[in-house]
């Protein structure tokens, strides 16, 4: 079975501090993926990565940079944290088929 | 622009009901369309995915969609609903090629009542 882990269930962080979320799959996949939720929006695309050092922006990518160092893990960066920043943050990864499988979210709070 | 159409915010069914999730896309070509769902707190968890072929596939946890490309519909449909039903559920559409990027609907969030 496909694993795609997320360091942090839960986070609580401070408006302006920079945030990083962590990210690691085990199925050798290129392509990974962030997304955010919000009630009644669905998951809106932040940026994905389709190689390693390599990314592209998604739909709402303000205040958001992400990183891919190594294959397996893709980080994704506030680089100073606003309160809008709120929300669940999904990562997902995926080969060259669909589908995207999906870790357990983090959900991270901005005071 | 391709776009996903979730009609029903909520849904609410008595156990043991049959249930139909209603999904309408916007997509120039022949889309790869798929079904999540989510419990609280949890990731989405793939139920079941079309890519061609038979216009009716059968997904995990008892689910069926059919595909109509008539009607840009994809819809989720189970015969008898139980309690650990209750979710959130996605409909999601994606190109052929590229990078597999998925357009999600907004989701539609199911009650079920004892």
């Known amino acids: 079975d496909v694993k795609v882990t997320q360091s942090s269930r839960y986070l609580v962080k401070r408006t302006g501090e920079k945030v990083f979320l962590e990210c690691v799959q085990d199925?050798?996949?290129?392509?990974m993926f962030w997304y955010r939720q919000d009630p009644g929006l669905g998951l809106r695309l932040i940026y994905f990565?389709?190689?390693?050092?390599?990314?592209e922006k998604g739909d709402i990518p303000e205040g958001y940079s992400v990183s891919r160092e190594k294959k397996e893990r893709f980080s994704l960066i506030l680089e100073s944290a606003s309160t809008n920043q709120t929300s669940m943050y999904l990562c997902?990864?995926?080969?060259?088929?669909?589908?995207?499988?999906f870790g357990d979210g983090t959900r991270l709070s901005i005071l | 622009a391709q776009s996903v159409t979730q009609p029903d915010i909520h849904i609410t069914v008595s156990e043991g009901a049959s249930l139909e999730l209603r999904c309408n896309y916007s997509?120039?070509?022949?889309?790869?369309l798929f079904w999540y769902v989510q419990s609280p707190g949890q990731g989405l968890q793939l139920l079941l995915k079309?890519?061609?072929?038979?216009?009716l596939v059968q997904g995990i946890k008892g689910f069926e969609a059919e595909f109509k490309r008539s009607q840009s519909s994809f819809n989720l449909r189970k015969p008898s609903v139980h309690w650990s039903d209750a979710a959130e559920y996605f409909c999601?559409?994606?190109?052929?090629?590229?990078?597999?990027?998925?357009?999600f609907g907004a989701g539609t969030r199911l009650a079920v009542h004892p």
């Open positions: 997902a990864s995926n080969g060259q088929v669909p589908p995207q499988h």
């Open positions: 997509y120039g070509a022949t889309p790869y």
């Open positions: 079309y890519f061609s072929g038979d216009t």
């Open positions: 990565s389709y190689d390693v050092k390599m990314k």
């Open positions: 999601a559409v994606g190109a052929q090629g590229g990078y597999n990027k998925l357009i």
């Open positions: 199925m050798d996949h290129e392509n």
